[in-house]
């Protein structure tokens, strides 16, 4: 009786995407969400699903080209100062879907509230954009005013910085900096974001349907966009799928257009030759790691500040079994913070984290010195035994569940004395747990924002509101300082280095355990052409797809 619930309760959730997918007779895009999208406020949202809807209907400043760089989008053009401090953005004629045009004022808005509400992004603008003003408002309240930002005229943006920040061009295409209409955003407040009726698009699509918490939402082309000749899709339907078999069905049934799958169906795929040539493995860019608390009301009485219990941990976790008998999806196993595949050097060309095996000393599957890092932290510790609980998101990824059960094994079958209670959770419990500090251990992910190891090195520095393990070393956020306002700031290659014995330091004291570089195994539907696939910012981008 089960199983055949389960199997009716599938065929109604796939029927509903059909009719779902077929709205208003046009045809749209099937697309399939690993999780519902959090928020569609710029402010609020911290995940990769949420960041890509909202880049669907609202342009930035600049926006990726099917490489990643920084090319012209709602900025026509922008000049740079010879100092390299100040962006003067000269913005082209483009309107919100109510008709009202983009002005100047609405970026100062956007940033300015992104400052003073001083969200889980807004380290963006002060710690990596270095804009001029910013840090004293998101740390010490200070009058908004004073950020850095300016519109002399409606048609001209200018952006003063603190120091030259190289890639800044590449920051304007990411969610944070996105612009908001002042009179829009006061007229719904609190409610902005969470209705087509309280959602203002700018960009390729309008939001049509989204209700938040519900596995639906729908975009329609937007024929007021600037560049609305140039987008061929009707619009886009989302689905959110939480399961590989699910996915795989709605494929082969044509609900869906485009599904990731994992583990047993990947293989599954590859060996059905209806389904094999339309299989297509992208770099996802995203960290999976497991965070430790290191503060005394956690971790069994905060022994995880210990490192070298730390380190026995990370030491004791298989990484090549994990993705090739786990995650199956094509993902990389990884030992180092910064994961390889999306950031490289501006001189050399090199990948910052090219040789996987620089912290072998230290990260690794290596029984022996988990057992001796084990050994010192017991004799440390004064304790024998040691119980912790190990939180992850139970709809992020069905391979999610297997990776923690299988850290959990291994763990607990090379570390006598340790053991790891696994608790499943939403991926949103699961945050708020990491920000307020109520967890042990968590199995998390992070996804670079743009083409630098610093959107990694940058979340281990004290008090970064990213740094959920509460770690604080002065060495590493001198390095960092020195990477991001200081003596490097324009010598890149002491800059390379100095980020590289920063990285080192987080390695050493196992501040986090590094577990793979995420992959997608993508299936598209035949007739589907001109997705943008990206390890960094934006995964997906939809503005010059096609689908016959």
Not at 32 to 60: H, K, Q, R, W, Y
Not at 61 to 66: H, I, K, P, R, V
Not at 495 to 524: C, F, G, H, S
């Amino acid at each position: 009786m089960k199983k055949l619930l389960s199997l009716v309760l599938a065929v109604v959730m796939l029927l509903s995407v059909v009719s779902f997918a077929s709205a208003e007779g046009d045809r749209y895009l099937g697309v399939m969400l690993a999780t519902n999208v959090m928020s569609l406020d710029t402010n609020l949202a911290t995940d990769g699903d949420s960041f890509e809807v909202i880049a669907d209907c609202i342009d930035g400043l600049t926006q990726m080209d099917a490489e990643g760089a920084a090319q012209p989008a709602l900025a026509e053009s922008w000049d740079i100062s010879e100092d390299g401090l100040t962006y003067t953005f000269h913005l082209r004629d483009a309107k919100w879907n109510n008709g009202t045009p983009v002005t100047a004022g609405d970026f100062v808005f956007a940033w300015r509230r992104i400052a003073k509400e001083a969200g889980e992004y807004a380290y963006m603008m002060d710690e990596i954009g270095n804009i001029k003003g910013a840090a004293a408002i998101i740390h010490d309240g200070a009058d908004p005013e004073t950020m850095g930002v300016s519109a002399p005229d409606d048609k001209t943006f200018v952006v003063e910085l603190d120091v030259p920040v190289s890639f800044f061009p590449s920051l304007m295409y990411f969610p944070t900096f996105y612009p908001i209409n002042e009179e829009f955003y006061n007229s719904v407040g609190e409610t902005y974001g969470t209705s087509p009726e309280t959602f203002l698009s700018n960009g390729a699509f309008v939001l049509e349907s989204y209700t938040p918490g519900t596995a639906n939402l729908s975009v329609k082309k937007n024929p007021d966009y600037w560049a609305a000749d140039s987008v061929k899709l009707a619009g886009i339907n989302y689905q959110v799928v939480g399961s590989s078999d699910n996915a795989l069905t709605a494929f082969k049934t044509g609900a869906l257009d485009i599904v990731m799958i994992n583990g047993t169906q990947v293989d599954a795929a590859k060996k059905d030759a209806s389904l094999a040539d339309r299989l297509t493995v992208t770099g996802a860019g995203y960290l999976w790691y497991l965070s430790f608390s290191q503060t005394e009301k956690n971790a069994d009485g905060g022994a995880l500040a210990n490192v070298n219990l730390r380190l026995a941990i990370t030491n004791a976790i298989d990484r090549d079994n994990l993705v090739d008998n786990y995650v199956m999806d094509g993902s990389l196993a990884t030992f180092t913070a910064v994961p390889p595949q999306f950031a490289a050097s501006s001189t050399t060309g090199e990948d910052f984290s090219a040789d996987q095996g620089l912290f072998a000393d230290y990260v690794g599957f290596n029984p022996d010195k988990a057992a001796e890092y084990l050994a010192k932290a017991k004799e440390e510790l004064g304790r024998e035994e040691f119980t912790f609980t190990m939180i992850y998101g139970s709809n992020e990824g069905d391979e999610v569940a297997k990776v923690a059960q299988a850290i959990k094994e291994d763990v607990e079958d090379l570390l006598p004395g340790v053991t790891i209670n696994l608790q499943s959770m939403t991926k949103s419990e699961r945050l708020d747990k990491m920000q307020n500090d109520n967890y042990d251990i968590a199995l998390t992910r992070w996804g670079p924002d743009y083409a630098d190891p610093m959107t990694y090195l940058g979340m281990w520095i004290t008090n970064n509101s990213n740094n959920y393990g509460f770690w604080s070393n002065a060495e590493y956020d001198q390095l960092i300082a020195d990477c991001t306002t200081g003596a490097y700031i324009t010598d890149y290659d002491a800059r390379w280095d100095a980020m590289l014995k920063a990285e080192t330091l987080v390695m050493q004291e196992a501040v986090i355990a590094p577990l793979y570089t995420k992959a997608n195994a993508n299936l598209i539907t035949e007739g589907v052409a001109g997705v943008e696939f990206h390890p960094v910012a934006l995964n997906r981008v939809y503005k010059n797809a096609t689908v016959e």
